[in-house]
T-cell receptor, first 113, second 116 residues
Framework: GQQLNQSPQSMFIQEGEDVSMNCTSS?????WLWYKQDPGEGPVLLIA?????ELTSNGRLTAQFGITRKDSFLNISASIPSDVGIYFC?????????????FGQGTILTVHP | GAVVSQHPSRVICKSGTSVKIECRSLDFQATTMFWYRQFPKKSLMLMATSNEGSKATYEQGVEKDKFLINHASLTLSTLTVTSAHPEDSSFYIC????????????FGPGTRLTVL
């Protein structure tokens, strides 16, 4: 079952606002990944984090690998309508089988123009 | 780089028939691929890990005789849903590990299966 707690489950914001979502776990992770999924499509990798404390940006997106290795957050600045979709965090837990990811429940983002 | 394709994107079949879904890594070799199932507005549920040249590893509760996986080459894995029933209708997504990296998965666009 799910071992990543992702919040919030959904967000309704106005265009231009900043967005923040996070994932936490009781387990230690070696890698954190953030994906975005559009309706009827597969997840697309947004940001990958490989080291505790790492802060990485990709355009208007910024993500951080928590220093305890048990959490990560994703920020989206100045949201635009095309940011709409489901955002998933995923992690590679220490000691798990080869490449097997654990997923968060997803955050459904709605952006009102 | 790191493009993964799936075929078909949508398939509708009659109950009792079998359906094959292909997952290809287009610009890299993938020793390991994964197959997921996703219900509407839910997260991805791992079904099995597909390893080139060996048997797939299935997650608990996934029937290996119903969901046949074949990873015959470094760029192709197939999932065959045998004797499909309406409850098998779902969105099936594959992913691939790029080369020797074990820490980053790239996903295909998914296949929508509808069983009548």
């Amino acid at each position: 079952g799910q071992q990543l707690n992702q919040s919030p489950q959904s967000m309704f914001i106005q265009e231009g606002e900043d967005v923040s979502m996070n994932c936490t776990s009781s387990s230690i992770f070696n890698t954190w990944l953030w994906y975005k999924q559009d309706p009827g499509e597969g997840p697309v990798l947004l940001i990958a984090l490989y080291k505790a404390g790492e802060l990485t940006s990709n355009g208007r997106l910024t993500a951080q690998f928590g220093i305890t290795r048990k959490d990560s957050f994703l920020n989206i600045s100045a949201s635009i309508p095309s940011d709409v979709g489901i955002y998933f965090c995923a992690g590679l837990r220490a000691g798990t089988s080869y490449g097997k990811l654990t997923f968060g429940q997803g955050t459904i983002l709605t952006v009102h123009p | 780089g790191a493009v993964v394709s799936q075929h078909p994107s949508r398939v509708i079949c009659k109950s009792g028939t079998s359906v094959k879904i292909e997952c290809r890594s287009l610009d890299f070799q993938a020793t390991t691929m994964f197959w997921y199932r996703q219900f509407p507005k839910k997260s991805l549920m791992l079904m099995a890990t597909s390893n080139e040249g060996s048997k797939a590893t299935y997650e608990q509760g996934v029937e290996k005789d119903k969901f046949l996986i074949n990873h015959a080459s470094l760029t192709l894995s197939t999932l065959t849903v045998t004797s499909a029933h309406p409850e098998d209708s779902s969105f099936y997504i594959c992913s691939a590990l790029q080369g020797a990296r074990t820490d980053t998965q790239y996903f295909g666009p998914g296949t929508r299966l509808t069983v009548l």
